[in-house]
């Protein structure tokens, strides 16, 4: 029963106040730690420019590909290449040859 004289528990003012904190904790801590939180946008950052170096290195050894099939095409054929392509699948030379095989070359 309410009265006109009723006394006020000083553990009700901390209510609010403390779930406040608690609102704000939980958050904050997601914010920062959480799956998209600022240290995981980091991640993804450091991750993208990575990636980004990686696909650029992938795109020069493709255009170097595709350069080397437009000189095995039909309409271009260039016959050193067809020469040095047959030899080095067939593993063949002549004996007076020096053979110099660039790491970089053999796919």
């Given at each position: 029963m309410w009265t006109k004289y009723h006394r006020e528990r000083k553990i009700g003012r901390?209510?609010?106040?403390?779930m406040t904190v608690a609102f704000l904790s939980y958050f904050g801590y997601?914010?920062?730690?959480g799956d998209y939180g600022l240290r995981a946008t980091e991640k993804f950052e450091?991750?993208?420019?990575?990636?980004?170096k990686e696909?650029?290195?992938l795109k020069s050894k493709r255009e170097q590909l595709e350069r080397q099939v437009s000189l095995l095409s039909?309409?271009?054929l260039d016959k050193d290449m067809l020469?040095?392509?047959a030899r080095f699948?067939?593993?063949?030379?002549?004996p007076d040859e020096i053979v110099i095989y660039n790491s970089a070359k053999i796919n």
């Open positions: 901390l209510v609010l106040p403390a997601h914010a920062i730690h450091r991750q993208r420019i990575v990636r980004l696909l650029a290195l039909d309409g271009s020469d040095e392509k699948q067939l593993n063949f030379s002549r």
